[in-house]
């Protein structure tokens, strides 16, 4: 009875190329994608997938190729599609111009990922099961191919979070290609090229190309590819493939296999380094384990995505460069205003009932407790829709959107009660004298001071949400604008208090 599993001989002539090319706009990824699929061709024909408006077709005096242009939605099912028909037509090399929009368009991965999520209640980790089945078909229609591969992708800024001095910054270091982390591994040659349109190779299987730096790279590139896959001798293709899977599954990686069909959840999750800098500003800013996984919405930062996990190491690094400032600013207003009742703001988190997060200011004359209002700011006893006596800020309705002002104490004295009136918190925007206020600005520093201060809300986070608990427009701390925390402080103070 014949084995069903049966080695052949490997045949030098079935390894194809897998070049990719990564750059910012203006770097020549086209050009240079159109001189290395022509020099691959080898007088065979070049089919080109555009996806960038038909850049490629700016060239078809120079170089003669077909082209399709895909229109969103960039789903990955249609590049695969077009991987295919360009196979059964029998062209020689195809070239995707460009990857990235599988990836970050719309209609790509994670446009699918944000659709599923939104299905699935904002689950985005279970969105994931969708979306890794459709990257994984992708980057295998690529491996697979019997026609040489080029792809270009699109780069983006690259970050590094570090600790310097006791305080911790963002740095750029450098750019990234627009698609998922990893893609490297799927390429024989992956390439960067700058606006100078040098080519620095950071990853090849060719020993004379590793490392190399080729200033305007020509047809002689792609000749000399053809001559490495000609004599690059592939012992078997069982260890071919092993060797593959096994670099594909370095320590570090979050990457599955191209032929992984599994189902199982992959999302694109934080990396180590991003846990260990969220693990550090948490505890540099006193947080429990149980509060910073609260503050972050998950169980574990492991949870994360690496967007997230971005977002959250942007907002608590401002917060903890901004600590001991806004900490000496809040003391310096209650210091200033020994009198000010007790107040206490209500943080929502979501799904769950409000917290409360009191910030106390004692006063030695009154020892009753200020009562909570529905909307979280600290009423006084005896305040209420009747009978309370006006302050300076004048009497204003409760209502769902609007915090109803805060009466002055009542102290007794002699048998007879006094008004005092309530201190106000003067607030200035951040803007050096002079200039204009910008509602659309992200806030400064001292923005964010007056509204600590005036609100009692323990960080950044918090302040985020009372704002959406207040108006109903969900937003995070690192969404808000200048513009929205003056309204915040209006709102609390009823004009007593603004930035501008």
Known sequence: MPSEVAFHPASRQSVKARIALAGPSGSGKTYTGLVLASALAAGGSVAVIDTEKGSASLYADEFKFD?????????????VAAIHAAEQAGYAVILIDSLSHAWSDEGG?????????????????????????????????????????????????????????????????????IQREGIDYE??????????????????????????????????LGAGILAELG????????????????????????ERAADDSSDLPDPDVATPDQIKALQTLASKLGWSQEERHELAGVVSFKDLSKER??????????????????????????????????????????????TEQTARTEHPEASAPAATS????????????????????????????????EPAPTIPSGGEETVRPAPAVE???????????????????EHWKRVLAVTHCPNHMAVGKL???????????????????????????????VLA
């Open 67 to 79: 082209t399709l242009e895909l229109d969103p939605p960039f789903d990955p099912a249609r590049y």
């Open 109 to 177: 991965v994670l446009d699918i990922v944000d659709k599923e999520a939104e299905r699935s209640r904002g689950n985005k980790f279970a969105a994931w099961r969708k979306g890794t089945p459709a990257h994984n078909s992708l980057v295998g229609a690529i491996v697979r191919s019997s026609a040489h591969v080029v792809a270009t992708m699109r780069t983006k800024t690259a970050y590094a979070v570090e600790e310097s001095g006791g305080r911790t910054s963002v740095r750029k270091i450098g750019l990234e290609p």
């Open 187 to 220: 390429f024989t040659v992956f390439g960067e090229i700058n606006l100078s349109h040098t080519l620095v190779i950071t990853k090849s299987r060719f020993k004379d190309l590793q490392d190399a730096v080729i200033a305007k790279p020509g047809p002689e």
């Open 231 to 254: 004599k690059e001798a592939v012992q078997d293709g069982a260890k071919a493939e092993a060797v593959h899977v096994a670099e594909r599954r370095q320590p570090g990686s979050t």
């Open 309 to 354: 996990a971005g977002e959250l190491i942007e907002d608590w690094s401002d917060q903890a460069n901004n600590r001991s400032r806004g900490s000496s600013a809040d003391r310096a207003v209650k210091a200033s205003h020994p009198d000010s009742p007790e107040q206490s703001v209500s943080v929502a988190t979501e799904g769950s009932l409000p």
């Open 374 to 405: 529905s909307v979280g700011v600290g009423v006084p006893p005896g305040a209420g829709p009747s009978g309370a006596e006006a302050t300076d800020v004048g009497d204003a309705p409760a209502s769902d959107h609007e915090i109803p002002p």
């Open 427 to 445: 607030a200035t925007h951040g803007s050096p004298p002079g200039t204009s206020f910008d509602p659309e600005a992200k806030p400064t520093d």
């Open 467 to 497: 704002f959406s608990a207040t108006f109903g427009e969900k937003r995070s701390a690192s969404q808000l604008r200048a513009g929205d925390l003056q309204r915040l402080m209006d709102h609390v103070l009823h004009g007593q208090g």
